[in-house]
C-alpha cells in the first residue's frame, strides 16, 4: 500500500546510524540476504508492524534529532518511504541518511529507488561484507561501503563521497 510502512522498529537518539544524534527508523524486509547480516531478522517483511505514513512521521519527528532510514532494506519499500522522506523534507529542517545494499549506481537506475534518495541527504550504500568488517569503521559495516553526498553527487552527475567536514591536519 501506497501509506504503509512495514517497520521493525524505531530508535530515538542513537549516534552509531549516522551524523550526530539521530531517530533511526528500521524497516521490515530485505531481498539482498548479506551473509552475517546483524538484522537478519528484518528480512522478514512482516516482522514488526505496518504503520500509516502519517503515523510513522509524527513519531519520528517529533525529536530535534535527525532521520535515518535503515533496515532491512530500505528500497523494498521506496514508494511510501519516498512520501515520508517528501514530507519530512517540507514540513522540517531535519537532514536523512539512508542506508541501503544497492550500490549508488544501482539507485539511480531504478526510477522507483531514485525517487527516494532524492529526498535524502547521505547514502550509506553497498552490501554489507564480513570479509571487509572492522569495528573502527565509521557509520558503516564494512570496507566495501560507501557513504554519499547524494545532493553534491546529483548535481555533479558523479559520485561524491561523505565528509564530517573536520579536515585533519597533519
Known amino acids: ?9 524505531i530508535v530515538d537518539n542513537t549516534i552509531v546510524d549516522g551524523e550526530g544524534f539521530r531517530t533511526s527508523l528500521y524497516l521490515s524486509g530485505c531481498d539482498i540476504f548479506c551473509e552475517g547480516c546483524h538484522n537478519r531478522e528484518l528480512w522478514d517483511i512482516n516482522y514488526g508492524q505496518p504503520m500509516e505514513i502519517n503515523d510513522v512521521f509524527n513519531r519520528i519527528t517529533k525529536n530535534f534529532t535527525n532521520i535515518t532510514f535503515i533496515g532491512g532494506e530500505p528500497m523494498m519499500q521506496a514508494i511510501p518511504l519516498a512520501a515520508l522522506a517528501q514530507k519530512i523534507k517540507k514540513h522540517t529542517s531535519k537532514n536523512i541518511w539512508i542506508y541501503s545494499g544497492h550500490t549508488f549506481e544501482e539507485i539511480l537506475a531504478d526510477r522507483e529507488y531514485r525517487g527516494l534518495i532524492e529526498f535524502c541527504d547521505v547514502l550509506v550504500d553497498g552490501r554489507y561484507d564480513r570479509n571487509y568488517s572492522r569495528s573502527n569503521l565509521k557509520f558503516k559495516g564494512s570496507e566495501n561501503q560507501r557513504i554519499i553526498d547524494i545532493k553534491k553527487s546529483l548535481v555533479a552527475n558523479e559520485t561524491i563521497l561523505w565528509t564530517d567536514g573536520f579536515e585533519i591536519i597533519p
Do not use: I, S
Not at 500500500?1 to 522498529?9: T, W
Open 1 to 9: 500500500m501506497k501509506n504503509m510502512l512495514y517497520v521493525a522498529e
